[in-house]
């Protein structure tokens, strides 16, 4: 009987590795598989691996909800392998268990990976086309590993509405994480919004408005970004961007728009007789018009008039126009904003 070799058997040791992690043997496999092609049908799968087709497909299908692979929208899909430092990491956030060893495994995936690339600079993919199901697996761990800071673009149509701040942010901001998100002014005119806004400044999160964002987008750390391409009543698609020029090119999009964007502040009680440069102001440079500034501060259209015009005859100026460029120039809101 023929010896096998050491190779063979250190492979054969590996396989199976992430059972703790809830994914089968043959779930591993086809997954191998997917990262050394870079995508591949079930026929070729099947074909590749000499596995009947229909263990292939049942493969897949547990490596999709298990946010392990994403297919192509066709009629005969192509299936691709979720980068393994995000997709495992993620499991294991999940599974505490056997931690180490998991660890270790998502090292060997990616030395694996690596090793079958080839006429490439760099040793990883910059992008991944990801599905709205994977995405919102993926999505809450990459929102827990955040250390530093998360900037985003906030814009309609919003396919989920909170009040408040979801739990995911809140423990960012706990842990100390820094939250500033530029808001498209569009989004002042949904019904409770200002409401979400305060909350979210109040918890902490920094946020500015501006006229017209081009797209939606959040980044974590600049070293991950997600950003939606598509959106569609039966579902959506989203680009997964790694650190590379392209991630930095979308940090240096969002630091041109904070800096031209209109600080959004609110205080605890708008209320109490504060002064309507802390009150009224964040109003005004984030694009509200007079009826949602009266609803937000509870106020009459006679007395946000005169207000107004209150705070014009403090800057010397004639007409709104110039009071708003006289505001801009001399910045009274930002300065009491963090940069």
């Known amino acids: 009987m023929p010896r096998r070799s050491r190779k063979s058997e250190a492979v054969t ?9 809830g994914i089968e043997s043959s779930e591993e496999t086809v997954y191998r598989e997917l990262l050394i092609t ?13 596995m009947p087709q229909f263990a292939v497909e049942f493969a897949l299908q547990g490596l999709e909800r298990k946010g392990l692979a994403s297919r192509s929208p066709y009629a005969t899909p192509t299936f691709l392998a979720v980068p393994p430092d995000v997709a495992i990491e993620a499991l ?9 060893r998991a660890r270790a495994t998502v090292a060997e995936l990616r030395d694996l990976a690596r090793s079958q690339r080839v006429k490439r600079e760099h040793d990883e993919r910059v992008a991944e086309i990801l599905s709205e199901e994977t995405i919102s697996k ?20 919003m396919l989920v509405w909170d009040a408040m701040p979801n739990d995911a942010e809140l423990q960012c901001l706990a842990r100390g994480v ?11 005119k949904v019904p409770r919004h200002l409401q979400r806004l305060r909350s979210a400044v109040q918890a902490g999160e920094t946020y500015r408005v501006f006229s017209g964002l081009p797209l939606k987008m959040v980044i974590v750390d600049r070293a991950v970004g997600i950003v939606p391409v598509t959106t569609s009543p039966s579902g959506s698609s989203h680009l ?5 020029p392209l991630l930095q090119a979308f940090c240096d999009i969002f630091d041109v728009f904070w800096r031209v964007a209109a600080p959004f502040s609110v205080g605890e009680d708008e209320d109490a007789g504060q002064d ?25 259209r006679r007395t946000l008039t005169r207000r107004v015009a209150d705070l014009m005859r403090q800057h010397g100026a004639a007409t709104r126009f110039q009071f708003g460029w006289l505001t801009a120039k001399s910045q009274p809101i930002a300065s009491k904003r963090r940069p």
């Open 240 to 244: 997964l961007v790694r650190s590379s």
């Open 178 to 188: 820094r939250i500033r998100i530029i808001a498209d002014s569009a989004m002042l």
């Open 92 to 100: 294991i956030a999940q599974r505490q268990s056997e931690l180490h």
């Open 38 to 50: 870079h995508g591949a049908k079930a026929a070729e799968l099947s074909a590749r691996l000499r």
């Open 138 to 157: 993926v999505f809450p761990e990459i929102m827990t590993a955040a250390r530093d800071e998360i900037i985003c673009f906030e814009r309609l149509p």
């Open 276 to 300: 309507d440069a802390d009150t009224l102001l964040p109003l005004l440079a984030a694009g509200l018009n007079d009826k949602a500034i009266e609803q937000e501060l509870r106020i009459s």
């Open 13 to 21: 040791e590996r396989m199976g590795a992430l059972s703790s992690l």
